[in-house]
Each structure stands twice: as C-alpha cells, then as structure tokens.
Nanobody, 123 residues
C-alpha cells in the first residue's frame, strides 16, 4: 500500500484547508484510514480516523473543527480542517490499517504511512 498526502500549506488562523491522501491497493474500501500530526519537538498524535463502515473518531482537540471522509471510488481519504489555530501547525500524515475493523488512535495500530504534508497556521 502506498499513500500520498497533499493539500498542506500556509493559512491564517481561522482559515480552512483540505488535506487529501491517495492510496494504492484494490481493497482500499476495507482499510481503516487515519490522520496523525507531529509538531516540532512533539510526539506524533492522532487527529482523526475512519473505518471501512465510515465510522469516525476524532481527537478532542479537533472535534467540531475537522472532518474526515473517504471516497472509495477514488481511493482517497480527506481531512477538512476549519477554524484552524496556530497550535494546529504540524506535519500531517495519513496512515492505513489493513488489519482491523475499527479506527484506532495509536500510531502502532497503523501499518502503512504517507510522507506527510506540512500545515502552518499563522496568528
């Protein structure tokens, strides 16, 4: 499985961005997909996940502002980010879990990772 994340950039606080992650693999619809982020000097943290049944879960810090979705016809998962804050600044990674049916919130639960896309939110 190969994952290609895109859509990062520089945005002012209060603005929006949509990240995309294109995946290879004929069974994408069966994958659990997740978004994580890592700020400088910090550990990688869970942002959002979506299961094959489109059940979603979010970190408390992004609930109500971020939305994860998937388009199985395009083998793509999205992260719509609204009301961005400077503390959202990080490299965002998409990840795939090909073994479970629920979206976990720990990096070790995911077995494939994209290269990351940088999101910078200015104050």
């Amino acid at each position: 499985v190969q994952l290609q994340a895109s859509g990062g950039g520089l945005v002012q606080a209060g603005g929006s961005l949509r990240l995309s992650c294109a995946a290879s693999g004929r069974t994408f619809s069966n994958y659990v997909m997740g978004w994580f982020r890592q700020a400088p000097g910090k550990e990688r943290e869970f942002v959002a996940g979506i299961s094959w049944s489109r059940s979603t879960n979010y970190a408390d810090s992004v609930k109500g502002r971020f939305t994860i979705s998937r388009d199985n016809a395009k083998n793509t998962v999205y992260l719509q980010m609204n009301s961005l804050k400077p503390e959202d600044t990080a490299v965002y990674y998409c990840a795939a879990d090909t073994r479970r049916y629920y979206s976990g919130s720990y990096p070790w639960e995911y077995d494939y990772w994209g290269q990351g896309t940088l999101v910078t939110v200015s104050s």
